[in-house]
Nanobody
Framework: QVQLVESGGGLVQPGGSLRLTCAAS????????MAWYRQVPGKDRELVAS???????YYADSIDGRFTISREHGKNTVDLQMHSLRPEDTAVYFC??????????????WGQGTQVTVSS
């Protein structure tokens, strides 16, 4: 019913920038809450940034103001702009959305993940 496709990951040098995009398609009425998580092998998935439909945002302490989560309502996309990337930001990044469907149900969906590697 709803599909999430992530893009924008890749290899970047320390100090560089990347923009991740999560595109939602299907029987969507609106995106409610949004979040980006990341995971490295052997560790739990951790919350990086989140945002509510009311505009409240949250960022993990480790982000130090380097990332920005945002959405484009008309396109049903959610972005994570990342600046000043560090090697410790290397992980698979996942988007997670609460979506109100056309049947007026709020359902939670995960993207498939996109690899971000920060290395010189």
């Amino acid at each position: 019913q709803v599909q999430l496709v992530e893009s924008g990951g890749g290899l970047v040098q320390p100090g560089g920038s990347l923009r991740l995009t999560c595109a939602a398609s299907g029987r969507i009425w609106s995106i409610q809450n949004m979040a980006w998580y990341r995971q490295v092998p052997g560790k739990d998935r951790e919350l990086v940034a989140s945002g509510t439909s009311g505009g409240t945002t949250y960022y993990a302490d480790s982000i130090d103001g380097r990332f920005t989560i945002s959405r484009e309502h008309g396109k049903n996309t959610v972005d994570l702009q990342m600046h000043s990337l560090r090697p410790e930001d290397t992980a698979v990044y996942f988007c997670n959305l609460d979506i109100r469907t056309v049947w007026n149900r709020v359902e939670n969906y995960w993207g498939q993940g996109t690899q971000v590697t920060v290395s010189s």
